[in-house]
C-alpha cells in the first residue's frame, strides 16, 4: 500500500510506451513545470507529489533538476513574494486611511479607541510587510539584468555572424540589416 494517497502510477508510469511524454495529468504537471525551470521540491510543494516521485518523472521524461534553473526559478520566487507582500502593505496603508477616518468621525471615547489601536496595529503591521530593498539588492539586479542583456546581445551577433558569414561589426553586415529592416517594413 503507498504511504500517500495517489494513484500507484504516478511515481512509476510516468512515460507512454512510445515516448509520447506523460500519461498522468499529474505527471505531465510535473513535466511542465520542470521544464519552465521550476525546482523539484518547489514541484512537490505545489503538486503535493512527493519529491521522490517528482524525480523519478523528470528523470523518465529526460528532465533534469540543474541548480542554476533552481537559482533562477528561486530569484523569481523571491521576485514574486517580494511584489505580493508589497501588494499586502499597500492593502494596510488604505486600511490605515480608513481607521483614520473612523478616528476623525469618532462620537464616543469607546469608538475613538478602537480607532486609534487600529490605526497602531496597522501601521504596524504595514512597517514589517513593506519588503526593504537594499541598495546592494539593487545594484545586485541591475549587474544581473546588465549581464543577461550582454549574454542576449553576444548570442544574436553569433546567430548573425553564423547565418550570414560575415562579422557583426562589418559594413556587409549593416547593409544585410539595412535590407532586413527594408523588407520589415515592406511586410
Not at 53 to 58: M, P, Y
Not at 102 to 109: D, E, F, G
Request: charged letters at 30%.
Amino acid at each position: 500500500m503507498p504511504k500517500f494517497d495517489e494513484p500507484e502510477s504516478i511515481g512509476n508510469e510516468v512515460a507512454s510506451p512510445a515516448g509520447g511524454g506523460p500519461v498522468h495529468p499529474r505527471a505531465e504537471m510535473v513535466v511542465v513545470l520542470a521544464q519552465q525551470g521550476m525546482g523539484r521540491n518547489e514541484i512537490s510543494r505545489r503538486t503535493g507529489i512527493p519529491a521522490v516521485s517528482v524525480s523519478r518523472i523528470a528523470k523518465a521524461n529526460g528532465l533534469s533538476f540543474d541548480a542554476s534553473q533552481t537559482e533562477v526559478a528561486l530569484k523569481a520566487r523571491i521576485a514574486e513574494l517580494k511584489k505580493a507582500q508589497a501588494g499586502i502593505a499597500l492593502g494596510l496603508h488604505e486600511d490605515i486611511a480608513v481607521a483614520r477616518m473612523l478616528l476623525r468621525t469618532a462620537r464616543t471615547h469607546r469608538d475613538y479607541a478602537f480607532a486609534s489601536k487600529a490605526i497602531g496595529d496597522l501601521t504596524q503591521a504595514a512597517q514589517r510587510m513593506t519588503p526593504e530593498i537594499s541598495e546592494r539588492e539593487s545594484a545586485e539586479e541591475v549587474k544581473d539584468a546588465l549581464m543577461d542583456l550582454r549574454d542576449q546581445m553576444r548570442a544574436v551577433r553569433d546567430g548573425f555572424e553564423a547565418q550570414h558569414g560575415v562579422p557583426f561589426d562589418s559594413a556587409e553586415a549593416a547593409e544585410i540589416i539595412k535590407q532586413e529592416a527594408k523588407q520589415n517594413d515592406e511586410a
